[in-house]
């Protein structure tokens, strides 16, 4: 049942200021709409719950990309597209690049924005494993400052997020300092383009030697918000990679691994997959 | 309402229509730019693809406000004076047309996807209409008209999406 728009609002304040002492002035009563591509979709099946909305579409104050220092700086508004041709994000964060290519299609590159991508909060989402696996940190904006949390705090549940109705993400920092860190990421699901993934798993690690000294893995759909596969990674520092090693890491993560069965896949299909792209990134380190 | 100023195919339009009207609805019903195609309305199909600022978007995701001052290029935009736009003729030619309901937002898309990549190899092509879902041709020969219109240069024709 398709929705009657007439029902629903929708403004578009000048600045973010604007936008924010909306959002102060009456918490909870409006939702920030960017790109649309998944409210929209909600709102053409009639099930847009939302009936106020701000568009923060407009707004170049967060569409930015920023390298300073050891870090580069990606604006709560910036497109998937934007983020495939930044030369900066290619060269240090080529994971970012590559979730980015495979979320939807180029129509829904050219408007979701990776702010939007954190904040819809789909444990299945394209972009967080890579940011938990290159450790991201989030700021968050409202009228009375701001505030800056690990991304890996950032999601608290099922849809559920560490942001409160009078706050808009404004920033995700990520550090610049895996050029000696080898990367990988791997997305299972049906095909590439539009699909969603049914489990998804984003690492970074350094070697010495066959020595793993540093191991960071981010996932998607193994539990009910994006994570971060510490348990796993405890079993590997400072280990060698051998046959007992990846064993005991397949094991530590099948322990941590929370997935569900849903209409794309089942929990046990989603964990045996997981163990295989860990075991499979390993391997490639030797 | 809202009053939404936009630029259609050239032409500065002034309309008043509910601020989170699909920019497709307006397209259709407000506008009768029927080209553009619903197919699933969510995104996932392209039918509904149109340029937006040059950038290809699904217009069934485009709440009308977010066309304001924006410069919109639909199906009907890109033949000029009567004549086939190139990618046009090269879908007809090439049998990448069948039933018709996938082809607007293909030819848009291949617009678009041609103005990143003049030349663009194989795997850029499926990737620029990897959001376009076609039930009829099973591809190929819309791949064959991609490539056939890459190789037309006319500059009287650059740059219509603009």
């Avoid at chain 1, 170049?60 to 930044?86: M, N, Q, W, Y």
Wanted: aromatic letters at 4%.
């Amino acid at each position: 049942m398709r929705s009657d728009v007439s029902q629903f609002d929708l403004t578009a304040p000048e600045t973010l200021d604007a936008v924010l002492t909306q959002l102060a002035a009456e918490p909870g009563k409006h939702t920030p709409i960017a790109g649309g591509t998944e409210l929209m979709v909600a709102l053409g099946i009639g099930r847009l719950a939302q009936r106020s909305l701000i568009s923060i579409q407009h707004l170049a104050e967060l569409r930015f990309i920023r390298v300073e220092g050891d870090a580069i700086h990606i604006g709560a508004g910036t497109t998937f597209t934007d983020i495939r041709r930044s030369v900066d994000i290619a060269r240090d964060l080529p994971l970012l690049i590559q979730s980015a290519s495979w979320t939807g299609s180029v129509a829904n590159q050219n408007r979701g924005t990776l702010g939007g991508n954190i904040c819809n909060a789909s444990p299945a989402a394209d972009t967080p494993p890579a940011l938990l696996a290159y450790g991201a940190t989030i700021t968050l904006v409202s009228t009375t400052g701001r505030r800056t949390l690990p991304y890996a705090d950032f999601h608290l549940g099922y849809k559920r997020t560490a942001l409160r109705p009078d706050e808009l993400v404004h920033t995700i920092t990520l550090p610049r300092t895996f050029a000696d860190y080898r990367h990988y990421i791997r997305k299972v699901g049906t095909r590439n383009a539009q699909a969603i993934s049914k489990v998804a798993l984003a690492a970074v690690a350094k070697m010495d030697g066959d020595i793993i000294t540093d191991i960071r893995l981010g996932a998607a759909s193994l539990a009910d918000r994006p994570t971060r596969c510490t348990a796993a990674e405890v079993v590997l520092i400072s280990q060698p990679i051998n046959e007992d090693t990846i064993r005991a890491a397949r094991a530590a993560l099948a322990s941590e691994a929370k997935p569900i069965d849903d209409i794309r896949s089942t929990a046990k299909y989603r964990a045996a997959v997981a163990e295989n792209l860990l075991e499979e990134f390993l391997r490639s380190l030797l | 309402m809202t009053s939404i100023t936009f630029t259609i195919n050239g032409t500065t339009k002034t309309i008043d229509v509910p601020p989170m009207k699909r920019l497709l609805d307006v397209l259709r019903e407000d506008l009768h730019l029927t080209g553009t195609k619903e197919g699933c309305g969510e995104g996932e199909c392209g039918a509904c693809a149109v340029l937006l600022d040059g950038e290809l978007v699904n217009s069934c995701l485009v709440p009308a406000l977010q066309a304001e001052g924006a410069k919109l290029c639909t199906i009907e935009g890109v033949s000029t004076e009567g004549r086939l736009h190139p990618i046009q003729q090269c879908f007809l030619e090439k049998g990448g047309a069948q039933c018709g309901i996938c082809t607007p937002g293909m030819i848009l898309a291949t617009q678009h996807l041609l103005d990143k990549y003049p030349n663009p190899t194989m795997e850029q092509i499926q990737e620029g209409l990897a959001g376009n879902l076609c039930r009829c041709t099973g591809y190929m020969r819309i791949f064959e008209a991609v490539q056939a219109a890459a190789t037309i240069t006319d500059p009287e024709l650059a740059g219509t999406s603009r």
